[in-house]
Structure formats: structure tokens, C-alpha cells
């Protein structure tokens, strides 16, 4: 006789490359009543689609994937991907880790972490928290810091009035896309979204674009990474 499933049951989908790992995590995570197993599978084989299928609550990877992070995949009747992700077994490099925490990444576990740092990640994440291990904590700290002293938001400084567009472009060029991406993404030539974003610099007065993005997250806008 199968055993209930909790009604709060965290939906957690294994996106891992890692055969052995993937399958002491799927025992690992049966062993535990709030914890249900909904898909398992290596990158090389899983679809981002696939995924959103399962309409897991958190995913847990060991490689850094930006195809499969929830702001990449598209959304289902309006709605983008809800799930969490967790990066297990990464290494302590700091340019990965930010470039993890912009994609949407809210757990990044390294190498030394124990099975029940992961479990308790999962939980941790699910509740709306953060996990990282304390040398990277402060890698973030020293991020933020250098933003806010580079890129202060003049007191009584006027909010840009961006368009729609002006806003899909910076969200694309917050994920790091190329302007022939954007343009591709959008439907736009080229030479329209340099325009765009020319105008967009000149708005928010930025030197570039990763300013401008900070520039106008500061300024309040919702803007994806």
C-alpha cells in the first residue's frame, strides 16, 4: 500500500547530473514525510518543459543551467515558473555564485555540504528564505555595497518613465543577452534595440548597461535577472 503524501508536501524535481548523487538524493529525500520526489533526471536528458510540467516547488541541480531557471523558461496562462532552485555540490567560485544569485538562484550549496544541508535548503527555500554558505554571503554583502556606492540614486531625482518595451529589453539585457538575442527575442532588427538601449542609458544617465539595470532597480522597477 503506497504511504500519503502530507498535504503540504514540498514538490521537488531533481535536475542532476550526478548519477550516484541523484540517487542518494532521491532515497534521501523519500525518507522524509514533507518531501515528495515528483521528477528526476540529468540535464543532458530533461526539457525545461518537462519540468514545468511537474509543477515541482523546488529544483534542485548541480550545475548552473540559465535554460532551465524559472525567469528563462516561458509562462504558463501568464504566468512564469513558480519553483525554487538550489545548486548542490558547486564549487566556492565567486563569479558563478553571482551569476547564480542574478539568474534566480536562492540556494547554492558547495561540495562539503551534508545530506541534511540539502534537506534542509529544500525546506528553507520553499519558506521564501536564502542558503548560502558564509564566504559567499559575503561576496553578495560586498556586491551590493559597491552597487549602492557606484550607482547612489540622487535624492529627489525623477523616476524614468520607461515604456513596456524599454522594460521586456532591460529584463532581457539584466539575463545577460546579447543585443542579437534581444532583437531575436523581441522580434526587433538589431539596430532598433541599440537604439533602445542608447536611449535607455541616456535616461537613467548610466555608463552601461549592467549600471542601467541597477540604475533603474533602484528606481524601483521590477526588473528579472
Known sequence: MNDCVPVSSIRAFLLIENRLLREALVRLFRKRPDLLVVGQTSPGDGTPLGILETQCN???GDSF?????????????????????I?????PDEE????AVRSGVTGYLLQDASASDVVAA????FRGEAVC?????????RFV???????????????????????????LVAKGLTNKEIASHLNLSEFTVRNHIHRILKQVDAGSRSEAVETIRAFGYSISS
Not at 558563478?96 to 551569476?99: G, T
Open 96 to 99: 558563478q555564485f553571482m551569476a
Open 58 to 60: 523546488v529544483l534542485v
Open 133 to 141: 554558505p558564509p564566504q559567499l554571503c559575503a561576496t553578495l554583502f
Open 122 to 125: 529544500v525546506r528553507a527555500v
Open 65 to 85: 543551467l540559465p535554460p532551465c531557471l524559472p525567469a528563462s523558461l516561458p509562462a504558463k496562462n501568464g504566468t512564469p515558473a513558480g519553483f525554487k532552485i
Open 87 to 91: 545548486l548542490v555540490g558547486m564549487e
Open 145 to 171: 555595497a559597491h552597487v549602492v556606492e557606484e550607482n547612489p540614486v540622487k535624492r529627489g531625482a525623477p523616476k524614468p518613465d520607461l515604456t513596456l518595451r524599454q522594460q521586456q529589453l532591460v529584463t
